[in-house]
């Protein structure tokens, strides 16, 4: 089955110019550290066991004079695309492989300094910890993300303080990069659902060793990479470029390790943004069936809980449960798009299938507000859609599979999560919740046993319940989660903050996978940065009452949409727009108002006469042009304009178009719609607009 595969390849991948005569952040070298020698006695064979134990590290030999490792900041030139706006001191900071040895093997972390825009930035800089460590493409770099998340994450952070971006070790720019492109092969392979469950797991497995073993004739032990050596490699960083505080901001991944530099060097720390975390005392794995289940569970209570969306979509959880089932008894085939060069491919979509789609989406915000809607949709024929949107969902690489480092992710779960439990344990905790205990036997490969032996195969380090111990520190701490999100469910967020007597939590209504991150929701991200700001205060969030989702219920024009006053640069014209569609540019408006929504309100002006660019929009609107030739239905008389209106389809949609000619030129003004909502667009949108056109 495709979601196995794809379940398969996530756990080996597991998922600027500033104002001038402003001071700018220091690098002296810092206090040195002490290291043990290293021994002339072979490395211990590393074999971790199912039962949790804790690791005998390897003895040095004592030594008359100790050892000494001062991490240094070098700046080097930026190996990712820089803003145009941006002023940033690249460089590398070299730690040991192994800090438990010496001489050990030597990483390159790649680091990224973003410098303030204020003449009179804090002294304590914002150390950002990414989602998850990058395979070796730079686009999967932590420092391309901030250069390309430039303006929406970096810019508003700059007006305060600095910002530090790098590379964990084994993942993006540093060096070496752990990153399994043998095993992503396999994936490409398995994406077509051709493969066994036997031969899936075995061309894995040889993946994984070929990997493994590419790895080690560089010299390259995966024991090293852990979040507790991430978290090491980050205090140096720190240390190299001699501030005496940071602040962190940690996403997803990125949480674990916050967790682990606060509980270890706490004295580093001001304060720490925690966007859906993960606590490090959670057994992950374990809990796969539980998030699935908790993710529908917040969907569906969502809907009831909105007047609009469980009128509109009643009893939203029985509709499901029933689709469900019918799948199973009579599954869906959906095509798929092969790689480049390749044909496509069709899959059998099940009650699992679909779900797993679903639980996809919730990822973001943006997503789950059709999710209702589309299970009805599903439930009474209407495939169309519902087919765009599984083969979207379905239709991967997801984000981590072909942008992430394999080897790093699979060292730190295998060493933190898997060897934290055992076999029987993952299973027995899928088969509390029934709903969704499929989908998370697929997390665990079945019979959870594929798991360790992949780990034992890879030579992940032993588990060290050291390295679980949960974080009570009392530094100011804000926790994030999305509402409905089943990656990182709000549960996690709770049982963090109840850990952490400074912190403050914050459930986002109706969001996905790092609320913070996501665009379209201007508040979290507005509530991280003030509460970066004045840590010790709570923050206001009456913000989050604009948050609340909106599920898609058809138009009625009750109330209507409020329309304000738009110039078209462009275009030479003057309008109107409904106030939260998105202005994509050239007088197109677009609603989005669910997945596939391409309701859209188009203002142009023409050279063309009026009879010409009718021709063009039946001959070519949207690439189909429309299905034929709309009749004059009316005219209407606006601004000293003349206005003929016509009644269109374009592949059965609706579209209400008008055309004037007035000094020399053609207006245009056109809505396209869906049909069950083109009465109510007509008489409350489209033709106010008609009538506040002009040049």
Known sequence: MLLLGLIIIALLVLVTLSIMNRPEMPVPVPPETTLPTATSQPTPTRRPTVAPRTPTPPIPEPTSQPVTFSPMFVASDCRFTLPQSAKVTCGVVAVPANRDIYPSSTIRLAVAIFHSTSRSP???????????????????????????????????VLEKRDLIVFDMRGSGLSVPNLDCQEAVSVYRRDQRGTLTTVQRRAAYSQALGTCRDRLASYGIDPADYTTRANAADARDIVRALGVEQVNLYGVAYGTRLAQTILRDYPELIRSVVFDSPIPIEVNYYNEAAARYDQALNALFESCADSPACSSTYPDLETVFENLAAALDEAPLTVTLPGDPGRPDFEIQVDGSEFS?????????????????????DFSQGELESVRAFIQAALSLPPVGVLDLSAGMRFSADCHEQIYATTPQELLEAQSTYPRTQFLGEQAILGDGETLFALCDLWGAAPFDPDDRQPVTNSAPALVMAGQVDPITPASFAKRLAESLPGSLFIEVPGAGHAPSLDWRLSCPFSLALNFLDQPNQTPDTACL????????TPYTGEPPLELAPVQ????????LAPIGWRDQGQGVFSREATYGDDTRLEIRSSSE???????????????????????????????????????????????????????????????????????????TVFLPIIDETKP
């Open 122 to 156: 804090a002294q304590d800089p914002l150390l950002y910890l990414h989602n998850s460590p990058g395979g070796s493409v730079s686009t999967a770099s932590a420092l391309q993300w901030a250069s390309i998340n430039f303006d929406n994450f970096v810019l508003p």
């Open 356 to 376: 797993s789609a679903l639980i996809s989406a919730m990822n973001a915000s943006f997503y789950t507000s059709s999710l209702p809607k589309l299970i009805y």
């Open 545 to 552: 009452n604009q948050t609340q989702i909106t599920y898609y």
């Open 568 to 575: 078209i640069q462009a275009m030479e014209v003057e309008s």
């Open 609 to 683: 006469r009026s009879p010409a660019l009718l021709a063009a929009l039946i001959a070519d609107f949207d690439g189909v042009g429309f299905d034929r030739t709309p009749p004059r239905t009316t005219t209407r008389f606006a601004n000293g304009i003349n206005w003929s209106i016509y009644r269109a389809l374009s592949n059965g949609r609706p579209v209400d178009l008008a055309l004037a000619e007035t000094g020399g030129r053609t207006l245009m003004v056109l809505l396209l719609s869906l049909p069950a909502e083109r009465d109510a667009f007509y008489r």
